[in-house]
Each structure stands twice: as structure tokens, then as C-alpha cells.
């Protein structure tokens, strides 16, 4: 993973990301708003090893401190309390991640030099979302 430490990512391309959203509860409004912007994501490590995602729109900045394989309690953009855990295999960063109902959401971001492709999945729903970050200096 250390070579996409610090690498910044614009989102280019998202399908079935509204639906994804639809599922897991998140409100028409909160829908619109999240679909309207381009975030840019990066991942920087810190000096006590943990991990830190960073997602910046010309809205607001949403950052999430973790240490892989510990379970953390983050807000999801529509303010949602959930429960998460990390895990990195290879290039890939894995998180699973459960909603207060219940609901179990798996994201696998994957890093490569030039793109960030992030695939959703959740149980219960028979979608697939992916969006697709292309690398920025």
C-alpha cells in the first residue's frame, strides 16, 4: 500500500452509487446533495500507524482515522453512526462496515497509480456500485 500513501484521487465515474445509497436508508435530499460533487480521496499513514482516509468536496471535508484490523465508530455522510473495521490485502483496501440496523456494507478500494476503483456491495441488495477516482497531482 506505502506507494499510494499520499496520492490524491478525483472521483471521474460512478454507477449504481444513488442505489446503493437508496438502500442503505440515506434520504432523497442527502442523496442529491452526495451525488452532486466530485470528491477528491487520499490516504496518508500516520506516525503511530494508523491510517487516515481523507474524502474532500467543495462542501466539506470528511476525515477517518484507523488502525487496520480494529473496529472504529465513524458518521457517514448522512450523519449515520456506524461501525467499521480495515483490513489491506495487497493494493486493496478492505473495509466492512455495519449500519445501527444491522446492515452490512463491504467497500474494496483499489489502488493503483493512475486510478482508484472503489466496489460496493451490501447484503441484502443485489447491486454492485463502483466508482471509479482517477489520480491528481
Not at 471521474?12 to 452532486?36: A, C, H, P, Q, T
Not at 461501525?83 to 489491506?88: A, L
Not at 478500494?109 to 482508484?116: K, Q, V, Y
Request: glycine share 6%; net charge neutral.
Amino acid at each position: 500500500m506505502e506507494p499510494f500513501i499520499g496520492k490524491k484521487y478525483k472521483l471521474k465515474s460512478s454507477d449504481n452509487f444513488e442505489d446503493y445509497l437508496k438502500f442503505i436508508g440515506v434520504g432523497i435530499l442527502s442523496r442529491k446533495l452526495v451525488m452532486s460533487v466530485s470528491p477528491v480521496t487520499e490516504l496518508t499513514k500516520n506516525e503511530d500507524e494508523s491510517y487516515t482516509l481523507i474524502h474532500t468536496t467543495s462542501i466539506r471535508k470528511v476525515t477517518t482515522t484507523f488502525r487496520l484490523g480494529e473496529e472504529y465508530e465513524e458518521d457517514r455522510p448522512d450523519g449515520v453512526k456506524v461501525k467499521s473495521q480495515m483490513t489491506i490485502e495487497g493494493n486493496k483496501l478492505i473495509q466492512v462496515q455495519y449500519d445501527p440496523s444491522g446492515k452490512k456494507s463491504k467497500h474494496i478500494r483499489e489502488f493503483t497509480d493512475t486510478t482508484l476503483t472503489v466496489t460496493t456491495t451490501a447484503d441484502g441488495w443485489d447491486g454492485t456500485c463502483i466508482r471509479v477516482y482517477e489520480a491528481v497531482n
